[in-house]
C-alpha cells in the first residue's frame, strides 16, 4: 500500500522522481526503490513525507484512508530547524507551478554550490 500512495501523491503534486529524492535529500533510485516496493523508508524519512505531503503516516502505511495530518510541527522540532519549518511554509502557501520552480532553482543552486562550492562559509584551510 505504500508504494502506490507513494506514487500518487507524488504524481498527484506533479513532481518527478529526482525532485522528490531532492526535496528528501535522498538519492533517486534510493526514493525510487521506495515506490517500487524494494525498500522501506526509515520512521524520519517517512515523518518527512508525510509532512511534505501534508498526509499523516497512518495514510501513507495504508492504516487509513484519511489523509488528515497527525503530526504536529511542534514534533518536527527534531528533523527541521526554525529556518527549514519557514521555508516549508512558504514553500506550500505557493501553487503547484511555483513550487517546481523553487524545487529547480533549488536543484540548480544545489549543482552550481557543489561545483564551485560557492556556499562554504568557512575559511579553506592552507
Known amino acids: 500500500m505504500f508504494k502506490q500512495r ?49 498526509v499523516s503516516t497512518d495514510y501513507l502505511l495504508g492504516l487509513s484512508t484519511s489523509t488528515a495530518h497527525s503530526v504536529s510541527s511542534t514534533n518536527l522540532k527534531p528533523l527541521f530547524s526554525d529556518e527549514e519549518l519557514e521555508v516549508l511554509e512558504y514553500y506550500r502557501a505557493l501553487d503547484k507551478t511555483n513550487q517546481r520552480w523553487i524545487v529547480g532553482q533549488m536543484i540548480d543552486l544545489d549543482k552550481k554550490a557543489k561545483e564551485t562550492d560557492i556556499l562554504n562559509l568557512e575559511p579553506k584551510q592552507a
Open 6 to 54: 507513494l506514487r500518487s501523491l507524488r504524481e498527484k503534486h506533479n513532481l518527478k522522481q529526482f525532485e522528490i529524492a531532492n526535496i528528501l535529500s535522498l538519492s533517486t533510485p534510493a526514493y525510487g526503490y521506495y515506490e517500487q516496493g524494494k525498500r522501506e523508508p526509515t520512521f524520519d524519512t517517512l515523518i518527512k513525507i508525510a509532512e511534505f505531503f501534508d
